[in-house]
């Protein structure tokens, strides 16, 4: 019997090695993944000589309020404003093709809607006022909804139920098919009561998901279990160890990333610094950073949303107006917002 219980402890002993050994090397594997990079240790090439903008001016009326966030099914764009109005917008021409306005307690009808994703079928878009996930058409009917048990910011459909973002506890969360919480990733410990309303989730052309929060400089990439870091942006700060708001790195002149949004040619980045804002392109083949300045067709939108790799939604007011197009044109004097589509 003493035989047989050293055989059992030196196999579970095995066990344990085999096991230790597997977990160091996944730790060491994704770890090899992670790319570390300097922001304020650039050259001055102009990366974005070759580049091109076109600009996509919203026509029509009704008008669209402060933009919230935005959905996109093949040639149109879905934008959920701050009256919680959902304009179907055409990306060719900037037309307003219909227009959801349902407010209510009744079946299909929404009190507050938060934020919105879309498939390439159908629009889910998270109604605060009774923590649901509604579902729409493309034609904006109604088809179902889905409770849930947390207050997302920001959600994103993905092929097994959402990720959904909670901006008051930094918080990531995977919620299955049936709404219930499947996995959290919290990704800082700071409570906070301003937000500069980054879009906390990118869908880049590899179809990956990248997440970074809006007071984290880390990036992390979902690998459809759990979230991994991908970039971490390293400033070099004094005071590491002293948790700061956006608000205090704002007045202390700390750098800090604003957003970010990746392309073929890597990572580009915009940080803030001295209340500047600048840009950095990340190559990842030769692991160096390139300063930003600006080329022939203008500045990057202080507010840029990268979805499937190739479509920039700029928020613009009459400022960035002066900045990106020719005011002298009529056209420009009339519309809202612009639809800005880069090629890199």
Known sequence: MSRFLKKIRFLAFLLLVFYSCTENN?????????????????????????????????QGSPSISEILDVGIIDSICYILDANGTISAVDIS???II??????????????????????????????????????????????????????????????????????ITSTVYHLN????????????????NITTRQQVFKVCSDSEIYVRTEYSDTIFVWNNKKMLPKFILNYNKSNTEKAQSVVEMWKEGTAFT???????????????????????????????????????????????????????IGIVDQEVFQTFLDMDEEINKTCQWVILKYSL
């Open 26 to 58: 996944t730790i060491k594997n994704n770890l090899q993944n992670v790319h570390v990079i300097h922001p304020l240790k650039t050259n001055g090439s102009l990366f974005f000589e070759d580049s091109t903008i076109n600009y996509v001016r919203i």
């Open 93 to 95: 021409d900037g037309t």
């Open 98 to 167: 219909k227009q959801l306005n349902r407010k209510g307690h009744a079946v299909g009808e929404m009190i507050n809607p938060k934020c919105i994703t879309t498939d390439s079928n159908l629009i889910f878009i998270f109604d605060g006022g009774k923590n649901e996930i509604m579902l729409y058409n493309k034609d904006f009917q109604y088809i179902d909804r889905l409770k849930i048990s947390i207050d997302p910011s920001s959600i994103i459909k993905i092929d097994d139920g959402f990720l959904c973002y909670d901006r």
């Open 177 to 192: 098919k049936m709404g219930e919480v499947a996995h959290s990733h919290v990704i800082s410990d700071k409570e906070v």
């Open 258 to 312: 604003y957003n970010y949004f990746l392309t073929e040619r890597g990572l580009i980045s915009a940080y803030m610094k001295d209340k500047m804002l600048n840009y950095i392109l990340y190559d990842m083949e030769k692991e160096q950073c390139f300063a930003y300045k600006s080329s022939k067709t203008g500045k990057l939108p202080l507010i840029p949303k990268w979805q499937f790799g190739s479509l920039i």
